[in-house]
């Protein structure tokens, strides 16, 4: 059995944060509906679809057209149903389209009514449109990530996005317990700035305390050095040192022992303080040695913090990756067979599965209104009359 078996979501959300949330549902039993435009999730054919291919997984298709008035019977029989509905537009959109919470509500007060946007379903910026690198830009986080000297850097993976989403689901597995007590649906609200921000969570606090920004230091960190990458006679590799047992061990393996006990560097506070000198003689230091070696004698030894910087080609050949099946194989038509990240929760009774990938556009249409009591002649006309495809 899986944990969500039973749980009916309708996911009429789009692109990234939403889409990722619904997935997680899916994975863990829930019966995803997967609401779209007769055009599609405009993030359809984002990289050659490799987005669709990952996000959409454990999904059905019913590509309908909500401005149309047949839409709305077919829409309502879904809901009466759902125990959960998921929309990810700007707010005031589904009020327009008849399916906004008071409304939804009304039709099925059981129902778990999450919204996820760019800045919340209240506040002077409700209205505007939400992107992850927006989030990025606005939380201070891109002002704090890259080279000093150098301008802002967002991070490669849409984070803040996929971050948003499982809030949404965290709220929703929260709401569908507090429905075991009370026998009420709620309103669920998560924002892609709220959840940027929370993640700056000891940047705030340490702002709060001292007035100071979070510097730019690379691949380092603020608090702790040497805590970054570095160079070595092949590829590069993260080191962190953060306690002077750590950093004797570190100077005496890669030859640089009086270091260890110079003033300028013996304490992390001092190496913080000092930094600028430091590093360019640790990075002197480490060219003599390989990646391999380091990792072997720092990382597997003396258990130093290391890792080395994985391309996504070597992350899919990793060997700790392949024991843990963390990356699969699923089909995905037109494109066939594609490597997607498998079930990242792992629960030892109940685990979650991959059952069904990511559909192709109104799939799975004609099954679900033949579920709800449609007629094939009906189906029919509706799809002449363009409501659905």
Same mark, same amino acid.
């Not at 919204?115 to 986080?141: H, K, M």
């Not at 959840?195 to 960190?221: C, D, E, Q, R």
């Given at each position: 059995? =899986?944990?969500?078996?039973?749980?009916?979501?309708?996911?009429?959300?789009?692109?990234?944060?939403?889409?990722?949330?619904?997935?997680?549902?899916?994975?863990?039993?829930?019966?995803?509906?997967?609401?779209?435009?007769?055009?599609?999730?405009?993030?359809?054919?984002?990289?050659?679809?490799?987005?669709?291919?990952?996000?959409?997984?454990?999904?059905?298709?019913?590509?309908?057209?909500?401005?149309?008035?047949?839409?709305?019977?077919?829409?309502?029989? =879904?809901?009466?149903?759902?125990?959960?509905?998921?929309?990810?537009?700007?707010?005031?959109?589904?009020?327009?389209?008849?399916?906004?919470?008071?409304?939804?509500?009304?039709?099925?007060?059981?129902?778990?009514?999450?919204?996820?946007?760019?800045?919340?379903?209240?506040?002077?910026?409700?209205?505007?449109?939400?992107?992850?690198?927006?989030?990025?830009?606005?939380?201070?986080?891109?002002?704090?990530?890259?080279?000093?000297?150098?301008?802002?850097?967002?991070?490669?993976?849409?984070?803040?996005?996929?971050?948003?989403?499982?809030?949404?689901?965290?709220?929703?597995?929260?709401?569908?317990?507090?429905?075991?007590?009370?026998?009420?649906?709620?309103?669920?609200?998560?924002?892609?700035?709220?959840?940027?921000?929370?993640?700056?969570?000891?940047?705030?606090?340490?702002?709060?305390?001292?007035?100071?920004?979070?510097?730019?230091?690379?691949?380092?960190?603020?608090?702790?050095?040497?805590?970054?990458?570095?160079?070595?006679?092949?590829?590069?590799?993260?080191?962190?040192?953060?306690?002077?047992?750590?950093?004797?061990?570190?100077?005496?393996?890669?030859?640089?022992?009086?270091?260890?006990?110079?003033?300028?560097?013996?304490?992390?506070?001092?190496?913080?303080?000092?930094?600028?000198?430091?590093?360019?003689?640790?990075?002197?230091?480490?060219?003599?040695?390989?990646?391999?070696?380091?990792?072997?004698?720092?990382?597997?030894? =003396?258990?130093?913090?290391?890792?080395?910087?994985?391309?996504?080609?070597?992350?899919?050949?990793?060997?700790?990756?392949?024991?843990?099946?963390?990356?699969?194989?699923?089909?995905?038509?037109?494109?066939?067979?594609?490597?997607?990240?498998?079930?990242?929760?792992?629960?030892?009774?109940?685990?979650?599965?991959?059952?069904?990938?990511?559909?192709?556009?109104?799939?799975?249409?004609?099954?679900?209104?033949?579920?709800?009591?449609?007629?094939?002649?009906?189906?029919?006309?509706?799809?002449?009359?363009?409501?659905?495809?």
């Amino acid at each position: 059995m =899986l944990p969500l078996e039973g749980i009916k979501v309708l996911d009429f959300t789009q692109a990234a944060a939403g889409p990722f949330g619904a997935m997680i549902l899916g994975d863990m039993g829930a019966e995803v509906v997967k609401i779209e435009p007769l055009t599609g999730d405009h993030f359809r054919p984002v990289m050659k679809g490799a987005w669709a291919a990952v996000v959409n997984r454990n999904k059905r298709s019913l590509a309908i057209d909500l401005r149309q008035e047949e839409s709305k019977e077919i829409i309502y029989k =879904l809901i009466k149903d759902a125990d959960v509905l998921m929309e990810a537009f700007v707010p005031g959109v589904m009020d327009k389209l008849g399916v906004g919470y008071e409304a939804v509500n009304k039709i099925n007060p059981r129902i778990i009514y999450c919204s996820i946007s760019g800045y919340g379903q209240d506040g002077p910026y409700r209205e505007r449109a939400g992107y992850d690198v927006c989030a990025q830009c606005e939380c201070g986080l891109m002002a704090a990530t890259g080279e000093p000297g150098r301008p802002p850097v967002r991070i490669a993976s849409s984070l803040i996005d996929y971050g948003t989403g499982m809030y949404g689901i965290l709220g929703v597995v929260f709401a569908l317990m507090a429905r075991e007590k009370t026998g009420k649906g709620q309103r669920i609200d998560v924002s892609l700035l709220d959840t940027a921000v929370s993640w700056m969570n000891y940047w705030v606090a340490f702002y709060s305390l001292t007035g100071i920004n979070p510097p730019k230091v690379g691949s380092g960190h603020f608090y702790a050095a040497p805590y970054q990458v570095f160079d070595t006679k092949d590829d590069p590799i993260f080191i962190g040192i953060s306690s002077e047992k750590a950093w004797k061990a570190f100077c005496n393996v890669i030859g640089v022992a009086e270091l260890a006990d110079d003033p300028r560097f013996e304490t992390n506070d001092v190496r913080c303080k000092n930094r600028d000198e430091l590093i360019p003689m640790i990075q002197e230091a480490l060219k003599k040695f390989s990646n391999s070696e380091l990792f072997e004698e720092l990382g597997q030894k =003396l258990g130093i913090p290391c890792a080395r910087v994985n391309t996504v080609g070597q992350v899919i050949d990793d060997p700790h990756v392949k024991a843990r099946n963390t990356i699969v194989d699923m089909e995905y038509a037109p494109a066939g067979k594609v490597k997607v990240p498998g079930v990242s929760i792992r629960m030892s009774d109940t685990p979650g599965s991959i059952r069904r990938t990511a559909p192709q556009l109104g799939e799975h249409t004609g099954e679900i209104l033949k579920e709800l009591g449609y007629e094939d002649e009906l189906i029919s006309k509706l799809k002449e009359k363009k409501v659905i495809l």
